[in-house]
């Protein structure tokens, strides 16, 4: 039995083990259903401290109205699940809202958005068991390789263990890859269709086998790279959505450049979080089925 928002606090006080409990009941669904499109709803950028959307700095900090942004937009026609770190999926659980979705748990959340540390992002979320042990449907990791660092080289290690245990469950695995670099003291991810072609290259020869590897991918800078650049693997990809910055222009041009790559044979859909739960402009459910309405 589901319970409100309101009494989270309460029942995770109380009764801890109804999380186990509720992910044992819950009806599960096929990674992929009958539109052959993934439209995954995103949520895990807390745990890295990341709560800015655009120019609202702590936008996703109130938890209670991210829960209901949330259980909306899974309520949306079109949506098939969320990617979220344990917390934010067990509240979920709790809430009933991921009945029939495709659960997504974030596994590496380490690399804290500004620290000296942020690309040692290591592996302090999910873990492939744990993905397992809540009948979890697929997990998701990130990639972040800067070639003046070297411990990129730790990090890519960590990556290819990781897929290797999730492909040992069975279980899907979306990894999203970049090329970075620091500038000025800060993480930046590189956009260009050369950086993205590399990183795409590197994550798909991860691991011992690919099976059950997905790619999670920016669109390029130029959105007209991107036929050039998907050529790169043979890999099953979703469109990831980033912070489309706080005017109602910047997530029109958005939506227009993921409309043309998600034409392209090996993108299956889209995995997007601040730009649908705290939209420029309009509603959530507005926003939620001008992206379903892409697929």
Partial sequence: MSVSISELATVRARHPEAIAEAAARRPRRPLVGDSGRLMIVAADHPARGALAVGDRRLAMANRADLLERLCLALSRPGVDGVLATADILEDLLLLGALDHKVAMGSMNRGGLAGASFELDDRFTGHRARDIAGLRFDAGKLLMRIDYEDAGSLSTMVSTARAIDEMAALRLPVFVEPF???????????????????????????????????????????????????????????????????????????????????????????????RSLLYPAQGSVETAVDTAVSLL
């Fill in 179 to 273: 090329v970075s670099r620091r500038v000025g003291g800060t993480v930046k991810n590189d956009l260009s269709a050369d950086a993205v072609t590399r990183s795409i290259a590197i994550a798909s020869g991860l691991a011992g086998t690919s099976a059950y590897t997905w790619l999670k991918l920016p669109v390029t800078e130029d959105a007209d790279d991107m036929a050039r650049v998907m050529e790169t693997s043979t890999l099953p990809a979703v469109l990831l959505g980033g912070d489309p910055g706080s005017s109602a222009r910047e997530q029109d041009a958005a939506y227009e450049k993921w409309r043309k790559a998600l034409r392209l044979p090996t993108v299956q859909g889209l995995v997007v979080g």
